[in-house]
């Protein structure tokens, strides 16, 4: 039997520990905050996330989030443009996702204030992770959940390409009872034509919606915390009386600025019986609404894969097949969500793009 360590307490590093510990392997999770935190907004799992989290026994229609069952894309003068029936979706809070993952496991799973600081390699092999608080642990098989600035993958000797997203988001969540039963399954978003401008409204159940805007930061400057509200009202003024209220209703102390990453997917995904996992593998920009479904997959294949290993030695050829088997599809996304993004940026004249949310 194998010991495995998981850097990274998300969605990802949680999801991947469920899956190991469920299986009776023994595996720690490592995270560099020092306690955990309700902190963070919300995530659109689509039907490949769904299922996924069904695989590792949590099932996502078990009062963990609000079903999801139409998109309508508008445009700020309110004329439709696109509304059409999505399948298998839910929308749910940040931390509701990451309870759901710790549920029934062992009280010393994850490991707090643990910043990573580096492997020790014997050879292409990581005999221990290091910690900056002084603390190491040995494993059998490490796997690198640490998000989209990844120390793991540069630990590696995997160069960062790692560079400013241009389109920004600014995110939130509220309680308000009259636009959620409005919103009842369906999730809104409105796009300003000439590009470059977008409000998404995404219904969580319990009276409660989260609101996400999109906009190209070459076109609008960036805002400083405090400047939120007063961006909101300057550049959304022109977008529907449902948008401009809801926006002014929110507390903007309250909203979360999301400055976006552009990045390559990691030229490699493993190095002997270490590898990566999630945004440390495949950073995707949020118009693929793919970046937590793709990682419980990560996690539903990695745990699989390790299984029934018993023999250490073949962790590295377990890692090669996990990064044969996700890398082309995983490209695939980044760069389709790079094509989005320049879609909304600078939208042909005769459509109008669709993304999503993060």
Known sequence: ????????????????????????????????????????????????????????GCDPADNLGHPITSVRIVCCSGDVHADYPIDGAVALMRHRLLEALLRGAPPELVQYNH???????????????RFQNGHSHEADAFIAADGVRSSCRLAMGCASTAQPGRVKEIVAHMQHPLLAAELGHRFLKVL????????????????????????????????????????????????????????????????????????????????????LAGDAAHPLLPFTSQGVNTALEDAVLLSRLLKDCRDPGEVPELFAAYERERQPALLHCVEAGRQMARSFVQPAPSRLPLPLMA
């Open 1 to 56: 039997m194998i010991h495995a360590a998981v850097i990274g307490a998300g969605a990802c590093g949680l999801a991947l520990a469920r899956g190991l510990w469920r299986q009776g392997l023994p595996v720690r999770v490592f995270e560099r905050v020092a306690a955990p935190s309700s902190n963070g907004h919300g995530f659109l799992l689509l039907a490949n996330g769904c299922e996924s989290l069904r695989r590792l």
């Open 115 to 129: 910043q990573f600081e580096t492997f020790e390699w014997a050879g292409q092999k990581a005999r221990a992770v």
């Open 192 to 275: 300003d034509p000439s590009g470059g401008l977008a409000v998404g409204l995404v219904p969580l159940g319990d009276n409660r919606l989260i609101w996400f805007v999109q906009f190209d930061s070459e076109r609008f400057a960036t805002p400083r915390r405090a400047e939120v509200g007063a961006f909101l009202e300057a550049h959304f003024r022109h977008f529907p009386a449902v948008v401009r209220h809801v926006l002014g209703a929110t507390d903007p102390s309250r909203a979360h600025l999301w400055h976006t990453v552009d990045a390559d997917a990691s030229s490699r995904w493993s190095r002997g019986n270490v590898a």
